[in-house]
T-cell receptor, first 113, second 112 residues
C-alpha cells in the first residue's frame, strides 16, 4: 500500500523557472512532512519540513505548501538553478512517535541552463 | 567527520550467498533505520531500531535480519541473497524525535 504518492516522476525546468513537485497522503494521522534532496551517489538529505499547523513554510528558494483538507503538500523551487538538479522525495510521519518515515516514489529534477 | 558511515559501498553476491551490511554513526542518534531504494519505488523501510537493544520490522523485512550491536552500530544481514534484493541500501539515524534523518552514502548491492 503506497501511503504517499508523489508526482511527477521526472521534471525538466529551464534555469530561472519554478519547479513544482506534488505529494498526496492517505493516513490522516501523519503530522510531519519533510522533503529530502538526493544527489547521484549520495544519501538523501533533509531539505525542508512542515507540520500541519501552518499552510506554508519557506526557506530561501524552497517553499512547502500544505493543504490538510485535501491531504496534499507540494514543494516549490523558485528561480531553479542547474545545481538544484537532483532527486526529490517527499515523506510523511507521525511526529514524536518513533519515526518510520514513509517516502514517496521520488521526482528526478533536471534544470537546464 | 561526524555522520553515518556505511560499508561496503559496492558488493556483488551470487544467489544464496550471505553478507552483512555495516552501519555506524557518531552523532549519538537513538534511532537507526535501514531502507532500500529501487527505481520508481522511493525508499522503503526494511527494519528500524528505536533504541539500543530493540529492533522492529518495517515495510519490507522478508529476507533480512538486523542487529543493534550498541548505540553506534546497526547492521543488516542477508542470509541467502536473492536477485530481488539487488538494490541500493541506506542506513539512517535520527537524534530526537521529530528531527530529520541523517543518511549514509549507501551500499549498492547486486545479486546475480
Amino acid at each position: 500500500q503506497q501511503q504517499v504518492k508523489q508526482s511527477p516522476q521526472s521534471l525538466i525546468v529551464q534555469k530561472g523557472g519554478i519547479s513544482i513537485i506534488n505529494c498526496a497522503y492517505e493516513n490522516t494521522a501523519f503530522d510531519y512532512f519533510p522533503w529530502y534532496q538526493q544527489f547521484p551517489g549520495k544519501g538523501p538529505a533533509l531539505l525542508i519540513a512542515i507540520r500541519p499547523d501552518v499552510s506554508e513554510k519557506k526557506e530561501g528558494r524552497f517553499t512547502i505548501s500544505f493543504n490538510k483538507s485535501a491531504k496534499q503538500f507540494s514543494l516549490h523551487i523558485m528561480d531553479s538553478q542547474p545545481g538544484d538538479s537532483a532527486t526529490y522525495f517527499c515523506a510523511a510521519d507521525i511526529y514524536n512517535q518513533g519515526g518510520k518515515l514513509i517516502f514517496g516514489q521520488g521526482t528526478e529534477l533536471s534544470v537546464k541552463p | 567527520n561526524a555522520g553515518v558511515t556505511q560499508t561496503p559501498k559496492f558488493q556483488v553476491l551470487k544467489t544464496g550467498q550471505s553478507m552483512t551490511l555495516q552501519c555506524a554513526q557518531d552523532m549519538n542518534h537513538n534511532s537507526m533505520y535501514w531502507y532500500r531504494q529501487d527505481p520508481g519505488m522511493g525508499l522503503r523501510l526494511i527494519y528500524y531500531s528505536a533504541s539500543e537493544g530493540t529492533t522492529d520490522k518495517g515495510e519490507v523485512p522478508n529476507g533480512y535480519n538486523v542487529s543493534r550491536l550498541n548505540k553506534r552500530e546497526f547492521s543488516l544481514r542477508l542470509e541467502s541473497a536473492a536477485p530481488s534484493q539487488t538494490s541500493v541500501y541506506f542506513c539512517a539515524g535520527q537524534g530526537a524525535l521529530g528531527y530529520g534523518y541523517t543518511f549514509g552514502s549507501g551500499t549498492r548491492l547486486t545479486v546475480v
